[in-house]
């Protein structure tokens, strides 16, 4: 098993930035992606970016590219996801998960992720 605990949200004006972070626990050593998907109400899950925990490749939806930067901390089992420029269309419950085996492509659907964190909610302000 693995935990997730996300941390970082809040409110903030359009432009702003913030930072979450999402720590895992139990068994970490059979991870190997990340990802941060979002919910906004009334709307399913979306993808907005993974890293490969070894190597550290990432790969983002492209409406946060530019804007969105996802990093890791092996030691310290942690996952950040670097906020600028917002915008209120990403005001959403951002939520951390980890895929427990290999791809070949970059995972980004919500089926492709094995544990999932209880989600930190984000709000941008026009």
């Known amino acids: 098993q693995v935990q997730l605990v996300e941390s970082g949200g809040g409110l903030v004006q359009a432009g702003g930035s913030l930072r979450l972070s999402c720590a895992a626990s139990g068994r970490t050593y059979s991870t190997y992606f990340m990802g941060w998907f979002r919910q906004a109400p009334g709307k399913e899950h979306e993808f907005v970016a993974t890293i490969m925990w070894g190597p550290g490749a990432t790969y983002y939806t492209d409406s946060v590219k530019g804007r969105f930067t996802i990093s890791r901390d092996i030691a310290k089992n942690t996952v950040d996801l670097q906020m600028n420029s917002l915008k209120p269309e990403d005001t959403a419950v951002y939520y951390c998960?980890?895929?427990?085996?290999?791809?070949?492509?970059?995972?980004?659907?919500?089926?492709?992720?094995?544990?999932w964190g209880q989600g930190t909610q984000v709000t941008v302000s026009s």
């Open positions: 998960a980890s895929r427990t085996s290999g791809s070949i492509v970059m995972p980004r659907s919500t089926a492709q992720y094995d544990y």
